[in-house]
């Protein structure tokens, strides 16, 4: 069974800086692209970076590009997530996701929430 | 980047069909996928490459359309399928439309 386990979220002050984590099992890690994907409050889906399943490549869109950093450790089967220069907009559940091959996001974790606030 | 736009809201009675439609503001081929996201939960994807059923999912279920207009059904609607759905394209870097919330008449 594909698992998906987030940790490492909380509360943090603007400016300052989170990382977060995601185990993987079930499936062969170094396989897969990997992705985070975030969720405000009450709002929608909003694709934060992804990796090759190498982790030679990431991908960022610009509300986070910079501030920012996917990573992952297949001898672990560990995704990451370094957030810095964090802005009260990143508050949200942030998603760990699996790539399928056909571009849609096959596996979610349960989600960890980030909320960034004085 | 390319913007998904789905109708915020549909009523729908049980044993009735659901169809909810997104729109992309360019081409994205056949890259377009769909979720399910209850309350509560994490999304959960039904439809991948626009009608393909991903594993395990009921075929009540189903996509179709390309380039720029795509059609999620559901038939017949169960009280299990009240949720938000939304859609999402990878022909670039991905993107998803706001959803759409799917409601009992």
């Known amino acids: 069974e594909v698992q998906l386990v987030e940790t490492g979220g909380g509360l943090v002050q603007p400016g300052r800086s989170l990382k977060l984590s995601c185990v993987a099992s079930g499936f062969t890690f170094n396989n897969y692209w990997m992705s985070w994907t975030r969720q405000a409050p009450g709002k929608g889906l909003e694709w934060v970076a992804s990796i090759t399943n190498s982790g030679g490549s990431t991908y960022y869109p610009d509300s986070v590009k910079g501030r920012f950093t996917i990573s992952r450790d297949n001898a672990q089967n560990t995704l990451y997530l370094q957030m810095n220069s964090l802005r009260s907009e990143d508050t949200a559940t942030y998603y760990c996701?699996?790539?399928?091959?056909?571009?849609?996001?096959?596996?979610w974790g349960q989600g960890v929430m980030v909320t960034v606030s004085s | 980047d390319i913007v998904l736009t789905q109708s915020p809201a549909l009523a729908v009675s049980l044993g009735q069909r659901a169809t909810i439609s997104c729109r992309a503001s360019?081409?994205?081929?056949?890259?377009m996928h769909w979720y399910q996201q209850k309350s509560g939960q994490q999304p959960k994807l039904l439809i991948y490459?626009?009608?393909n059923l991903a594993s395990g999912v009921p075929a009540r279920f189903s996509g179709s359309g390309s380039g720029t207009d795509f059609t999620f059904t559901i038939d017949p609607v169960e009280a299990d399928d009240i949720a938000t759905y939304y859609c999402?394209?990878?022909?670039?870097?991905?993107?998803f439309g706001a959803g759409t919330k799917l409601e009992l008449k």
């Open positions: 490459g626009a009608s």
């Open positions: 996701t699996r790539n399928s091959g056909y571009g849609g996001f096959d596996y």
């Open positions: 360019e081409s994205v081929r056949s890259s």
């Open positions: 999402q394209q990878s022909r670039n870097d991905p993107t």
